[in-house]
């Protein structure tokens, strides 16, 4: 079927990016921030002027709808997904965003801070956008296209179901999430009531891209008990616990092993946060890597990096706590290989060359996968996201819309 989409996606994504929705890794609270509640009550309301009568915002900040099915096949209930939350980061408060209409290849200068230069040399997607539209933010702000893009993206193919009802699908859930960002996600979701077998997230960088795999992730922390003695009265007795936990991060592999010394399908072991004082020292790291296997590598390294030093302080202590966060979620979908075939089929028939990759972090889609969802992640066009220099391309944005019609539709062909 040739698609004639009206779009509405360029005009979504200005009005979403306006709104703050910035996330809060120190809340408590479910959402992390109320703001966020701000732009789920306008795509409720938007969903609702489309005739999704189900549409709904819960108190947890998520939104729930369905476009209803419009064949007599038993189709699986599919979903397309994407998160309302921008990174703590950078701000996103005041987002002014402008469109660079028939972008030539220049240097992309932003007027409120003219020291914000999107170069063209450093940003290699550039190249592909010829004659394109670029949409970014003014310089003080991020833009938001992460994942705003894929929300917009999402209402866009929403309206284009409920307005043509010659393009053939099952019934398509609508979920959008708050504080993704955060890593908090999916942890108030509820999957009963969402009522899909297989998902889609839309949260991806170049066109064409579908990613079906994602590192594995733990978190783990170095808990340091020293001696506390008065510093005048100190030598040969005091144990600074400050001085031990920089020891540990010193020893660290240089070459390897790190975020700033890895790439591709390498691994790392990464510090995040200090916290302490002279007797109590708190170390947390983030170790991700493709496999199980080599987590528990990195797991080993870390701890007998730990042992070691610790030899020099024999009156101090130290524990190591791991805890799993997220698996690679390439474990499920291989169980499920039409989900990610479909996906293919569909960025094909939306006139682009996908792009199968792996993601160096993780999705929403990782743990919804092993909630019981599989969940690959399709792109969404933002480029540059957590930053001042972010972008997107509207031609990108309406490849994104085009596939997740045509993968609406393949689910109905092929049931």
């Given amino acids: 079927m040739d698609l004639k989409i009206d779009h509405t996606v360029l005009d979504r994504f200005l009005r979403y990016v306006k709104i703050d929705t910035q996330s ?36 947890h900040c998520y939104v729930y709808a369905t476009i209803p099915s419009n064949t007599q096949k038993k189709v699986p209930v599919i979903c397309f997904c994407s998160h309302m939350d921008t990174a703590p980061d950078c701000s996103g408060e005041g987002v002014k965003p402008i469109v660079h209409k028939n972008y030539q290849g220049k240097d992309i200068v932003l007027p409120d801070d ?4 999107i170069r063209a040399k450093d940003h290699p997607h550039l190249k592909d956008q010829i004659g394109n539209d670029i949409v970014t933010a003014s310089g003080t702000t991020l833009l938001g296209a992460d ?41 108030k979701l509820n999957l009963k009531k969402l009522g899909a077998s297989f998902c889609y997230t839309v949260d991806g960088e170049a066109a064409g891209s579908l990613e079906d795999e994602t590192f594995s992730a733990d978190g783990a922390t170095i808990s340091i008990q020293g001696v506390s003695v008065h510093p005048g009265f100190a030598k040969g007795k ?61 797991e080993e390294v870390l701890r007998k990096i730990m042992n070691k030093v610790l030899k020099k302080y024999p009156n101090s202590t130290a524990e ?41 972090g993780g ?53």
């Fill in 238 to 298: 005091m144990e600074n616990s400050m001085k031990i936990a920089a020891e540990i991060i010193a020893s660290l592999p240089k070459d390897k092993l790190s975020p700033e010394t890895t790439e591709g399908r390498e691994g790392f072991i990464h510090p995040v946060v200090i916290e302490g004082m002279l007797e109590k020292t708190s170390i947390r790291f983030i170790i991700r890597d493709f496999t199980d296997e080599k987590l528990k590598e990195h």
């Fill in 24 to 59: 809060d890794p120190d809340s408590k609270t479910h959402p992390s921030t109320e703001k966020q509640k701000n732009l789920g009550k306008l795509l409720v309301k938007e969903l609702k002027a489309m005739g999704i009568t189900d549409a709904k915002l819960d108190k």
């Fill in 114 to 117: 003219p020291t914000q230069i």
């Fill in 363 to 415: 999705t929403d889609g990782s743990r919804l996968s092993f909630m019981g969802l599989p969940c690959p992640n399709i792109f969404a066009g933002e480029h540059a996201f957590h930053s001042k220099q972010e972008w997107v391309s509207v031609q990108d944005m309406e490849k994104a819309v085009a596939t997740i019609i045509h993968l609406g539709m393949i689910w109905e062909e092929k049931a």
């Fill in 147 to 187: 994942n705003k893009a894929g929300l917009a993206e999402i209402m866009d193919a929403a309206h284009f179901f409920m307005t043509h009802p010659e393009a053939r699908h099952g019934d398509i859930k609508i979920l959008f999430t708050p504080d993704e960002e955060i890593g908090r996600g999916v942890d």
């Fill in 320 to 360: 190591l706590k791991i805890v799993e966060q997220y698996r690679n979620m390439k474990k499920v979908l291989d169980q499920h290989p039409q989900v990610v075939d479909y996906a293919v089929e569909a960025i094909q028939r939306a006139g682009l060359k996908p792009n199968r990759s792996s993601i160096r």
